[in-house]
């Protein structure tokens, strides 16, 4: 029995901050027909220009991954399409009233959420897959950065960091089939070196950052001072650090959260390839510019296997 593309059953909204730019506005779900893909629109701009959620389209993964077209972009995409691919979804306008998706707490788990209330609805079309027929390698061995993607008949993933430090050292991450998704991947959140988050305050970044975004790895010794300084910026009660290394702004999910959001990462880096993937993928020590030149390395290698096919007929 073949399995049918889906899309939700009816419209959604979600309001929130973006992260980086601090703007305020809402994203809102809503139905697509078959073999339309992932889309936004933006209705902020005149005309509402559309653009696809595509590999083609990244034109950033600086702090994130950012999609653009005609100048037109629309940044921090990563968290609300590993949601979709995660939920199964294969067809959906997604309209926003601003440039950047709400960043709500740093995870997948309101647009999971979102999803859910919308239902989701079996469409009159064959799901396409991208079957992966041979072992693709994507390495940087400078950087210890390698992914790697070898023919499975279901979709799976391992995740491997390492942050050389005491507080964030070695963790490991699986998901071995994307059902379960919602359940051990969705709710773990982005996470941030002290340092890295008085770089970006600095250098006027996450305008609209929140403690309660991220969490945050405290690698340094800190006095109470500087901590105290940091509450005050973020219009938070006092903080300290707690001794697995973070903020006591808020408490883990899972041992491993880091290396289970950087999964969640790839899930919506690589869902860009337009298609869900049969395949297994280890990737270790990933992010977004490794994930989505990953991506451009697989569709384009795709794209050359069905070239020959073609033309050996």
């Known amino acids: 029995m073949s399995e049918k593309q889906k899309t939700i059953s009816k419209s959604v909204s979600i309001s929130g901050q973006g992260l980086h730019t601090g703007t305020q506005g809402i994203m809102t779900f809503r139905p697509a027909p078959a073999y339309h893909g992932i889309k936004f629109r933006r209705t902020d ?17 600086e702090r994130g991954t950012t999609i653009g077209l005609n100048g037109t972009k629309i940044y921090t995409i990563e968290h609300v399409m ?14 926003l009233d601003m440039e950047e998706i709400p960043i709500k707490d740093g995870s997948s788990k309101y ?5 859910e209330k919308a239902g989701r609805t079996e469409q009159d079309a064959e799901k396409e897959y991208i079957e992966i027929e041979e072992t693709v390698v994507f ?21 491997l960091i390492d942050f050389d430090s005491r507080v964030l050292g070695e963790q490991i991450a699986r998901l071995t089939k994307i059902e379960d998704f919602k359940l051990k991947i969705a709710s773990c959140r982005t996470f941030v070196f ?4 008085e770089f970006l305050l600095k250098n006027n970044l996450i ?37 697995e290394g ?19 990462d790839v899930i919506g880096d690589l869902s860009l390839l337009g298609k869900p993937i049969k395949g297994h993928i280890t990737a270790y020590r990933p992010g977004h510019s490794v994930n989505t030149q990953f991506a451009k390395i697989i569709h384009n290698h795709q794209y050359k296997l069905e070239y020959d096919k073609r033309t050996a007929i």
């Open 45 to 61: 701009i005149e005309g509402q220009p559309i653009i696809e959620a595509h590999i083609n389209n990244v034109v950033s993964t």
């Open 82 to 95: 590993a949601a979709i691919s995660g939920m199964g979804i294969d067809n959906l306008l997604i309209e």
């Open 111 to 115: 647009f999971v959420e979102a999803i």
């Open 139 to 159: 390495e940087i061995p400078e950087k210890k950065v390698k992914i790697e993607i070898v023919p499975a008949d279901e979709f799976s993933v391992t995740v």
């Open 194 to 197: 002290l340092h890295e988050l």
């Open 207 to 243: 305008k609209g950052g929140d403690l309660n975004n991220a969490i945050v790895f405290v690698n340094r010794k800190v006095s109470q001072e500087e901590l105290d300084r940091l509450a005050d910026l973020f219009n938070k009660p006092r903080v300290k650090v707690k001794k």
């Open 246 to 264: 973070i903020l006591n702004n808020l408490e883990l999910y899972f041992e491993n959260e880091p290396a289970r959001h950087k999964l969640l």
